[in-house]
């Protein structure tokens, strides 16, 4: 429609450094009203040279408070993973961990869900448990079975909700940082791993070692942002857009 506002939901974290490398593709994108995952991702764009009318933080939303996890046998550590099942993801690189891990003789149980992208069979031979794409009804009986997540992405993820659950259900979590989630690192929510063997090894020993410190750490950390990420807050935070845009103003 004609003088309708533009809007850009940068959904991701990469965005900006291309834009600040790229003439072309901030003259496209110039004078429009932008959405971000954080304020680092705000900040970046910022710094992009891209001119803008406004940049916002929407964050997304945490799902509700998960089930209590369950007690698991003494001395094993319960890894989880749900998502793609993908190198782009760095789920070889936690395979390789955990193997590394159990042929090391330390006592770890290994559970997957989710899509087989492009890691082959051969290289799940770690995986105690594969229960495939799980029905959302399931998901809470997941991660009440998991007492370290860990996603070693290879590029920058955005805000993913994964972390969100894995916060949310007590575990502890680890990842790859980025800009769409750098207040999660930056106030200790999450601890920032490399896409690395050794790195994601190191993390989930720490796990071994003393879970309940690393838990306990994290959800003092997340106890402090959680209202940020409540859906209800979410909303306001994308009505306080929309009004400040004039976007809900009747012609």
């Known amino acids: 429609m004609f003088g309708a506002a533009r809007v850009l939901h940068l959904h991701g974290a990469q965005l900006p450094d291309r834009l600040a490398s790229s003439r072309l593709l901030r003259s496209a994108l110039s004078g429009a009203r932008w959405i971000v995952l954080s304020e680092e991702v705000g900040a970046r764009l910022r710094a992009s040279g891209c001119r803008t009318r406004s940049v916002t933080v929407v964050r997304n939303p945490a799902p509700p408070a998960l089930t209590p996890r369950r007690p698991g046998p003494p001395g094993v550590l319960r890894v989880g993973w749900l998502g793609t099942m993908c190198r782009a993801k760095g789920f070889d690189v936690v395979c390789e961990a955990v193997e590394m891990l159990k ?70 979590v680890g990842a790859s940082p980025s800009p769409g989630c750098a207040e999660l690192f930056g106030r200790g929510c999450v601890a920032p791993v490399e896409a690395t063997v050794d790195s994601v090894a190191g993390f989930l020993m720490a796990c071994r070692d ?28 994308f009505v306080r857009f929309l009004e400040d845009s004039r976007l809900t103003r009747t012609s």
């Open 210 to 237: 003393d879970l309940e410190e690393v838990r306990s750490r994290q959800q003092k950390a997340w106890d402090d942002l959680r209202e940020l990420y409540e859906p209800e807050n979410v909303e306001r935070s």
């Open 103 to 172: 042929g090391r003789g330390v006592r770890v149980d290994f559970r997957v869900a989710g899509m087989r992208l492009d890691v082959p069979v051969a290289d799940m031979s770690c995986v105690d448990e594969d229960l495939g794409v799980l029905d959302p009804a399931d998901v809470t009986s997941f991660w009440a079975r998991v007492d370290a997540f860990v996603l070693p992405a290879r590029w920058a993820e955005g805000l993913p909700f994964v972390l969100l659950e894995g916060l949310q259900a007590g575990c502890a």
